[in-house]
């Protein structure tokens, strides 16, 4: 199992930006898919990016495409969302999350994830 903590998020206004951080620890994080995901209030989680394992494939939102960008450093077991351009409506919970799968795909469905963080609000101000 690995456990995943988020960090970065606060409060900013619209057109600025923010780099959410996700610490991962246990031995299988460097070789697992991982994803990020948000929620607002009210509504359903959703799928924002993921990276393949080597950080070699990645695969964005439509709603954040050309304006977020997701890396990881795997000798840090870390990964992160560079967040640019922010809109008022990117204001939700954002968790970060990990397949135990070694080698797997990456995915946009938060049902092939198995580890989630407690996730981090990001708050934009219009």
């Known amino acids: 199992q690995v456990q995943l903590v988020e960090s970065g998020g606060g409060l900013v206004q619209a057109g600025g930006s923010l780099r959410l951080s996700c610490a991962a620890s246990?031995?299988?994080?460097?070789?697992?898919?991982t994803g990020w995901f948000c929620q607002a209030p009210g509504k359903e989680r959703e799928f924002v990016a993921t990276?393949?394992?080597?950080?070699?494939?990645?695969y964005y939102a439509d709603s954040v495409k050309g304006r977020f960008t997701i890396s990881r450093d795997n000798a840090k077991n870390t990964m992160y969302l560079q967040m640019n351009s922010l809109k008022p409506e990117d204001t939700a919970v954002y968790s970060c999350?990990?397949?135990?799968?070694?080698?797997?795909?990456?995915?946009?469905?938060?049902?092939?994830?198995?580890?989630w963080g407690q996730g981090t609000q990001v708050t934009v101000s219009s």
């Open positions: 999350a990990t397949r135990r799968r070694r080698y797997g795909s990456v995915s946009i469905y938060s049902s092939n994830y198995d580890d």
């Open positions: 246990g031995r299988t994080f460097s070789s697992s898919a």
């Open positions: 990276i393949s394992w080597s950080g070699g494939n990645t």
